[in-house]
């Protein structure tokens, strides 16, 4: 089993509409998780941390479910310059593991 | 503010060339991390720097790959006797706190074609 696994999608919305990635690691000893965002052809960026207690910013909510092991990003109202590639990361000690990513189109 | 830097941006060689690929961190980062990105894949942690300790090779994929970090700033990922499968984008990630908690910046990468 991967250590991080992410549905590679592509998921294909409409502008307006909302969706929700998934994610889930194996390593327990995890501590903290985060969602990069990488554009085509560009270097990833951190989109937001995910905190124990779930955390939102703006259009985006993150959860986090320690018990099952999984992360999931929730995107509202979505935007057509949301269209990318989302990266599940988890972390433990120094430790990045960055997940394959989900492919997000938003289509006008 | 800078941010990460990395050259060349583009390096295409021959099989069997050595090729050194440069890293500029984010000034004050105490940690920095490289990663090879093959095409439509995901990050593949290759090495890890945090400030003077013994870096963590543990991601290298093979003795042809080495890296250095001089004087905790720079750092320069070699490859020796390239093949083609090493064709793949190398991104740079500095940190200024080492694990939990530390965002990575990362650098526009260096796209490494192998012919």
């Known amino acids: 089993r991967k250590e991080v696994e992410q549905d590679p999608g592509p998921f294909n919305v409409p502008e307006g509409a909302t969706v929700a990635f998934n994610c889930t690691y194996s390593n327990s000893a995890s501590q903290s998780f985060f969602w990069y965002r990488q554009d085509c052809r560009k270097e990833p960026k951190l989109l937001m941390s995910?905190?124990?207690s779930g955390n939102e910013d703006g259009r985006f909510t993150a959860q986090l479910n320690r018990a099952s092991q999984y992360i999931s990003l929730l995107i509202r109202d979505s935007k057509l310059s949301d269209s990318a590639t989302y990266l599940c990361?988890?972390?433990?000690?120094?430790?990045?593991?960055f997940g394959p990513g989900t492919r997000l189109s938003v289509l006008p | 503010g800078a941010g990460v830097s990395q050259s060349p941006s583009n390096k295409v060689t021959e099989k069997g060339k050595d090729v050194e690929l440069r890293c500029d961190p984010i000034s004050g980062h105490t940690a920095l991390y490289w990663y090879r990105q093959r095409l439509g894949q995901g990050l593949e942690f290759l090495i890890y720097f945090q400030g003077n300790s013994a870096p963590d090779k543990s991601g290298l994929p093979s003795d042809r790959f080495s890296a250095e970090r001089t004087g905790g700033s720079v750092s320069t990922l070699t490859i020796q006797r390239t093949q083609q499968e090493d064709s793949a984008v190398y991104l740079c990630a500095s940190s200024p706190l080492a694990g939990a908690g530390g965002e990575q910046f990362f650098g526009p990468g260096t796209r490494l074609t192998v012919l």
């Open positions: 990361v988890v972390n433990y000690g120094q430790n990045f593991v």
């Open positions: 995910v905190y124990s």
